[in-house]
């Protein structure tokens, strides 16, 4: 009896100290994270098809071209960099089920992207719930940034905060009559929403609000509208194909030469002169100062000029490809910003990165802004200080954001 309950304890032991030794070597959840991991696996979504393509592709270069670099220069950590990618196509359902497939199938500790808002929305209680750290490279919406999304960081300038820099341009240069456009999607009615709202906080009213279904064929009932409330500045929250064919609109209609067009930056798709035409003249973009050469020079300053020749590269001049350099940059700088923070917690435990990407950013040496503003408050990383305007005709003067 005394031998069977001796045997029965070693047996418990050993099984003890067996399912220890597996959980040591076994490769941790991005929820627990890993001191010494053999694999970093950062998990990159968005529109890589359809409407939205452009973006999806700007956010795989820069995703791309930021791990390649780092994986010829040792990793993170010591350990190589593996990149999981999904195409969502814009569309919510596939978003939400390849996030699931990227964390739990791919054991993806970080997440870049998705893309687009709407897609990014539906699957950011997922994320929450995981633990995951999702860095928003493209993705605009307002509240995808809050409280309720404590592991969600934004490096882009958000709907608010372009929004608010919109509405601040066109009072400061008195425009009377202030025409907001805007898609009926989830980013479009964000976008109206905050415009209406710094508009009240000015004391003014929009002369008109002219709404549409993304993708129709026909804008002429929005540039009608515009030329009926005798818009002197239309404040365009579209994205560039839209706000193309709706320049084309107004030009047919005879108004285009009558309006100054203010867009936020979806609108700053390289193919919008050539879809808009000449009447791409009368429309300026929110512009990143950091990105504008300064007057009487022909470089960026020299961090961001070395990136954009990194940039230029790895996927040729302008016209050679279908992105711009201020669309790669925020997904590379997403990558670096997450090898920082997880090489300065030793861990890529993402409650140990959240916490030093909240109170030690302003270590971190960009190559997008002068200063990000993340805190345990905010998440919002891009400053409403380094935001300009500037003409399209001057945006795409050979390949660089030439400043107004």
Not at 8 to 24: F, H, M, R
Not at 264 to 290: C, D, H, R
Request: aromatic share 8%; glycine share 6%; hydrophobic share 40%.
């Amino acid at each position: 009896m005394r031998k069977k309950l001796v045997s029965s304890i070693l047996l418990s032991v050993l099984l003890l100290v067996t399912a220890c030794s597996n959980e040591k070597e076994g490769s941790s959840s991005p929820k627990e994270g890993n001191s010494s991991p053999s694999e970093i696996v950062i998990g990159n979504i968005g529109a890589m098809s359809g409407t939205s393509a452009v973006l999806g592709k700007a956010q795989s270069q820069g995703v791309e071209l930021a791990v390649k670099e780092i994986n010829e220069n040792g990793g993170i950590l010591g350990a190589q960099v593996r990149i999981a990618t999904r195409d969502d196509e814009a569309d919510p359902t596939k978003s939400k089920t390849f996030v699931e497939e990227l964390v739990d199938k791919e054991k993806a500790n970080f997440l870049i992207g998705p893309t687009n808002s709407t897609p990014a929305a539906a699957s950011m209680a997922y994320l929450q719930e995981s633990k995951v750290i999702s860095m928003l490279p493209v993705a605009t919406g307002t509240n995808l940034i809050s409280k309720d999304n404590p592991y969600a960081f934004r490096i882009t300038p958000s709907n608010a905060t372009q929004a608010k820099a919109l509405v601040k341009i066109a009072v400061e240069k008195k425009y009377k009559n202030i025409a907001l456009v805007a898609d009926t999607s989830a980013l479009g009615v964000d976008g109206i929403a905050v415009m209406e709202e710094t508009l009240k906080e000015y004391g003014v009213e929009p002369t008109v609000i002219a709404t549409y279904k993304s993708d129709d064929p026909d804008m002429t009932p929005i540039a009608q509208k515009i030329k009926e409330a005798n818009a002197d500045v239309a404040l365009f929250w579209t994205l560039g194909a839209d706000g193309a064919k709706i320049v084309r609109s107004l030009e047919r209609i005879d108004y285009i030469d009558k309006l100054n067009i203010l867009g936020y930056t979806g609108v700053a798709m390289p193919n919008f002169k050539e879809l808009a035409g000449p009447g791409a003249n009368q429309v300026s973009v929110i512009s990143m100062n950091n990105w504008a050469v300064a007057s009487g020079k022909t470089e960026l300053e020299p961090k961001y000029w070395e990136i954009y020749q990194n940039i230029i590269n790895e996927y040729g001049e302008y016209k050679k490809r279908d992105t711009n350099p201020t669309s790669v940059v925020p997904s590379y700088e997403a990558v670096y910003l997450l090898k920082w923070a997880i090489e300065k917690a030793g861990t890529t435990d993402t409650v140990e990165v959240k916490k030093v990407l909240e109170n030690n950013v302003e270590e971190f040496e960009s190559v997008f802004v002068n200063q990000y503003t993340f805190s345990e408050e905010s998440h919002e990383g891009y400053p409403l200080a380094e935001l300009d305007m500037a003409s399209i005709s001057e945006m795409f003067n050979g390949d660089l954001y030439i400043k107004k």
